[in-house]
């Protein structure tokens, strides 16, 4: 109840006081978790669907939706939006945050558009790292195991005179290949080498700066499903190698009027480059933030801002898809205003809020929101909120060609199934209700319950075209045309629990559990049958978790991570448990030795096989590693 966050309201709130369904991962939660990467780490929120694709891909959603490119959730690393409008999703393999240097990871559950503006509509996941005088010295990690894995950090922090502090990292990573779905080498085997820092400075008693950036290089493979020709037509499955090189730098300026009153100030370049497994694409973004943040008065409590954001690509098509124009360069000007009113004391709080954003896919868009939360005493807290959010299109469904597959046609002549882009395409909104409910149960037990009903709109689907011959490019060949609408609609309802139990001293419980419930549909004029029973049957409806801690003695503890994933009808992939677990054993203060199990109950299993992919899926290895840790 008495954990602050910043991610609901871009201010540091109580989390008794925060109208929203939010989870945090604490560092302490990320060393029991035994885990290696980030997606891994947000298993543990309950109402989160994290689903392995294969190496170096995940599809990972907030309450339903999910597929590789998960559109309607926002993630950040430090104010820096991890986003591509080419697929309007993340890459998560390149989302390299060494763990170590992680001070706490924010999920919000539900809309977050009214401070942080289109494409957070089902969720928000903000990654925050530790200040650089928090990580002072040498550390030095190393991980490896088996099938075949190595993992290396090294990292140095100090002081530059008596304002400033620093750290620099170096990190490495080589993770070989999984089985595939029906081979045993599924290709996609993966190494990136990573490099960054950060630098926090006192300018004087109301100003500080923070300067951080990272490089990053690469490459990965997959088994990807390809057009070899035309004429005569030719599909095969091969395997592919991306390269992947990038960079980025951040600096925020943080100015103190007074204790009720402060400014901040962001600029973010964020430059990479994506060559293959299907085409390059080449991304320059840039980014301005400001906000002012004021107490007005005993009662209210406001947040405003405005934003700038240009972001160009360059890509180069291939028979399997291409882009019209190559490249594209769009804005973004947006502005938010929040106020937060304090009816009661201590106890009631409505806030209310809205964005206003332009951009160059779908115009204006407006979202706003009202949350009120009720803290009738210190261990309990109810909490409803109702927003609007939207979802802005990507380039792929507005400018793109994608050639699915080649046949042969009627008289001799190939035919091709092709998904065109549809530049008139809106942006999808959501109307969300949310209720939740808080409470410290004694010193042993708290509980985190939020539900929600969310109302969809304007839904990108394909619908089929009428068939017409295509002569240029040549070969002549008979095309199937399926191009991008919003005439997909529904509702989504759930329920997400958490539970914190202190058994004994030594002894705690986690558990965790998620309904979600789908029911969408098709305006009367579609000719689209696939995508309302696809999208429904691609999200688990149950799942639920255990995680236990248990401090043994001498140093030693021992950790264990249940997770349980319903089927997914649509793909078709069974239900599976992942069992994980972690012993580890502290020498003093600066050595730690861990040994990890994960996915233990099973040599392998499947956890997404979603058509639409760029990438085949692979199957999950059962895999056990050690892991030291020293600082000095």
Known sequence: MNINVTSVSKKEQQMSQVAAAIFVITQEDIARSGGTNIPDLLRMVPGLDVAQINGSTWAISARGFNQQFANKLLVLVDGRAVYTPLFAGVNWDTVDVPLEDIDRIEVIRGPGATVWGANAVNGVINIITKKAADTPGALLTAIGGMPPEGIGLGQYGGRLGTHASYRVFTKYMNQSQLLGLTTEDAGDNRRLLHGGFRMDQSLSAKDSLTVEGDLYSGREGALIEHIVSISPPDNETVSRR????????LGRWDHAFSNR???TLQFYFDKY?????????????????FQHHLAWGARQDLIWGAGYRRSSDLTNGTIDQAFLPEDRGFQLFNSFLQDELTLKPNRLFLTVGVKLEHNDFSGFEVQPGARVAWTPNDRHSLWAAVSRASRTPSRTETAADINI??????????????LFGNPHLKSEDVVAYEVGYRAQRGARVSVDVATFFNVYGHLANPEAGSPFVMVNPPPLRLVFPLTYDNKLH???????????????????????????????????TAQDTASAPYAEGSSP??????????????????D????????????PVTSYTRLDTQLSWRLGERAAFSLVGENLLRDHHVESNATGTSVDSSQM?????????CHF
């Open 242 to 249: 991306a390269d992947l090189s990038g960079g980025n730098v």
């Open 261 to 263: 009153s402060d400014t």
């Open 273 to 289: 480059t994506r060559s293959g497994p299907e085409l390059r694409e080449a991304r320059h973004t840039f980014d301005f933030d």
């Open 405 to 418: 597959a080649v046949f042969p046609g009627p008289g001799g002549n190939p035919a091709e199934v092709t």
């Open 490 to 524: 529904g509702t989504t309802e759930g329920a997400e629990l958490a539970v914190n139990w202190k058994v004994m001293n030594r002894w705690r419980l986690s558990p965790g559990y998620s309904l979600l419930l789908m029911h969408l549909h098709v305006d009367p």
């Open 541 to 558: 409806r149950h799942q639920a978790q255990m995680r236990s801690h248990v401090d043994l003695s001498r140093g030693f503890t021992w």
């Open 560 to 571: 264990t991570a249940a997770y349980f994933v319903e089927r997914l009808p649509a793909q």
């Open 621 to 629: 290895k059962r895999s056990a590693y050690a892991r030291i840790t």
